[in-house]
């Protein structure tokens, strides 16, 4: 029992030490390499980062996407990941009050202290297992505090949607008797074609037909359907309607997405 203590003893000093050198490279580190979120807000990341991403107080930042560097979590900041690598470590600051950080995904494993349920502590070690997504998880932590974990079933990812691509504003005539077009675009963080035609709705619709095609020009494949305007109607739109949501499941998760809508003609 006393070897095992000193054991832990000596692997805390040295995870103090590897932090400190931690906080000193990251003081060091060029400025305009990182992204820097600290105005006590939330953003949604969804675009590559190539560099480092910087988290500060008060502030949430939602990955959904790759950081080619580090990621680093300060003083009260919160850090959800749903998707994405991270190209060397995500490292907590050991101040108070502690960040928290947690990772959505299912089948968790990896080097770390899995002893409580729901999150894993660590020293310096990596996080397995699978996103919502179906992209593997494997992250690299530098922290002595927990880092917590989400199921997929508690979050429903944000895809990018489109309605009426071109269209600005997105104007749906009460009157119509033709379909609206509604785009789901491919992102780097997301993947169009995983999507199941069978279980999409858009206001309480199913769509009439869909295709795979380039919408905004990207050169990725963007998932593409189309709606009776009659049937929106029948459903959730109605004249004082301001967005319309889409709704479905990617390879057997579930996504949403939100643009906004302009009824014609209004009411008077």
């Known amino acids: 029992m006393k070897k095992k203590n000193k054991k832990n003893q000596i692997r805390m000093r040295l995870s103090k030490i590897l932090l400190c050198i931690l906080a000193i490279l990251l003081c060091a580190a060029p400025r305009g390499w990182a992204v820097i979120y600290d105005d006590g807000g939330e953003h949604d990341v969804t675009e590559d980062v190539v560099g480092c991403l910087e988290i500060g107080t008060d502030t949430t930042v939602n990955l959904y996407a790759s950081v080619s560097q580090y990621v680093y979590a300060g003083p009260g900041s919160v850090l959800n990941i749903y998707s994405g690598d991270v190209g060397l ?18 089948d968790f494993g990896g080097d770390g202290d899995f002893s409580v349920p729901g999150q894993v502590s ?14 593997a998880i494997n992250l690299w932590f530098l922290s002595q505090l927990p880092i917590y974990l989400g199921t997929n079933d508690d979050v429903t990812p944000e895809v990018e949607i489109d309605i009426k691509p071109g269209g600005n504003p997105n104007n749906i005539n009460l009157k119509s008797k033709g379909v609206v077009p509604v785009a ?33 020009g990207d050169g990725n494949e963007d998932m593409l ?44």
């Open 122 to 135: 660590y020293s310096g070690g990596t996080l397995t297992g699978y996103y919502a997504d179906g992209s």
């Open 225 to 268: 359907f189309h709606f009776k305007t009659q049937e929106l109607f029948e459903k959730d739109l109605n004249e004082d309607s301001t967005e319309a949501t889409l709704t479905g499941t990617a390879g057997g998760n579930p996504i949403a997405g939100t643009d906004k809508v302009w009824i014609v003609p209004r009411k008077k």
């Open 184 to 216: 789901v675009l491919t992102t780097n963080g997301f993947d169009a074609s995983t999507i199941d035609p069978d279980t999409v709705e858009f206001a309480g619709a199913k769509p009439v037909r869909c295709t795979l095609c380039d919408v905004d």
């Open 89 to 106: 470590y995500v490292v907590l600051s050991i101040d108070e009050p502690y960040a928290v950080v947690t990772v959505y995904g299912t």
